[in-house]
């Protein structure tokens, strides 16, 4: 009985210290995977060609770049018509010849416009230069207001852009919306105060430019 208690005992030490010695690399074994994730939190995030990974970018949405429009076309003086827009800092002087009827512009359009019909100004007007080639004339009798149509470069583009804008008629002047813009055009005794939004994406000061000396070349001719 003696003898088989002492192998009891030994067997039940033995099982013990196995369990403790499993516990104890265990632990060990824990404490090195804590102290592995610790290291690689320390580490700085590294790139590959300028590539952050998700986890790390917040990027935001790219918003429209919408530009409030607040123009002014206006004859100072009859053979000089003066058009400028204060958030985009757009300054454009057209000389017109009375006789003739012909508008040269120039600062931020450099063109020149010519009665289509001679002696008929208001029936329309060809803007030519350099980079512009526009047509303004009375849109007829159905649809009544005016149309603007042609082509013009823009020094970010390699093709020429087709433009077409038509005026509408309304109450007190006109309205125009189309890609990129939508304006409200008010006549005054001396000219036009154009409000509106333009995207910059699509419209800018050559678009506008060109869209005001059609205006104050046809609607405000002298005959």
Known sequence: ?????????????????????LAAEAL????????????????PVATHKGFTPNTVRS?????????????SVSWSRPEELYITE???????LGNRNWSSGVIVFNGD?????????????????HLKGPNVDISIGQ??????????????KRTDKTKPIYLAIYLAPSDDGWDITTKGMTLHVSDEVYGSSIEGYINQNDIGKLELSILCACL???????G
Do not use: C
């Not at 003898?3 to 013990?16: C, E, G, N, P, Y």
């Not at 060990?28 to 580490?43: G, N, R, V």
């Open 1 to 21: 009985m003696k003898r088989t208690f002492l192998i009891i005992s030994w067997l039940w030490l033995m099982v013990v210290s196995y369990h403790s010695t």
């Open 28 to 43: 060990s074994f824990d404490t090195q995977l804590f102290e592995a994730h610790k290291t690689i939190l320390s580490q």
């Open 59 to 71: 990027p935001s949405p790219e918003k429209e770049p919408i530009t409030v429009v607040e123009m």
């Open 86 to 92: 204060q958030n985009l800092k757009l300054n454009v």
């Open 109 to 125: 359009l450099n063109a020149t416009a010519e009665p289509i019909f001679p002696n008929y100004f208001s029936f329309g007007y």
């Open 139 to 152: 849109a007829g009798p159905v649809l009544r207001g005016y149309f603007i149509s042609g082509t013009y």
């Open 216 to 222: 104050g070349a046809v609607i405000y001719s002298p």
